[in-house]
């Protein structure tokens, strides 16, 4: 079992920047494959970025150039740098973790999630 913990959500204006931070409780270097999603109210769940358990990583096309997710392995901590930030992703955002091979965007490839850290943009 893993359990994650976000952090780092908040508000922030359009064109900003915010960190989303997700620690895990236990090492999952190339054990497990390592995600952020989000959910905005009334839409649902959204892949937005996915590191592998092969380290290579892929993103939705509304967050590609302004989004990087990475890991910090001593740390066990999987990151989001989010820029440019728009009203549009104003969401929940959640991180997720699966010890499938490959798991996409996919949240049926996830088994543990952790609870959210909100994240609002305002124009």
């Known amino acids: 079992q893993v359990q994650l913990v976000e952090s780092g959500g908040g508000s922030v204006q359009a064109g900003g920047s915010l960190r989303l931070s997700c620690t895990a409780s236990?090492?999952?270097?190339?054990?497990?494959?390592l995600a952020w999603f989000r959910q905005a109210p009334g839409q649902e769940r959204e892949g937005v970025a996915t590191?592998?358990?092969?380290?290579?990583?892929n993103y939705a096309d509304s967050v590609k150039g302004r989004f990087t997710i990475s890991q910090d392995n001593a740390k066990n901590t999987l990151y989001l740098q989010m820029n440019s930030l728009k009203p549009d992703d104003t969401a929940m955002y959640y991180c997720?973790?699966?010890?499938?091979?490959?798991?996409?965007?996919?949240?049926?490839?996830?088994?543990?999630w952790g609870q959210g850290t909100q994240v609002t943009v305002s124009s």
């Open positions: 236990r090492y999952t270097y190339k054990r497990y494959c």
């Open positions: 590191i592998e358990r092969d380290g290579s990583t």
């Open positions: 997720a973790a699966g010890d499938n091979t490959w798991c996409a965007r996919n949240s049926r490839r996830f088994g543990y």
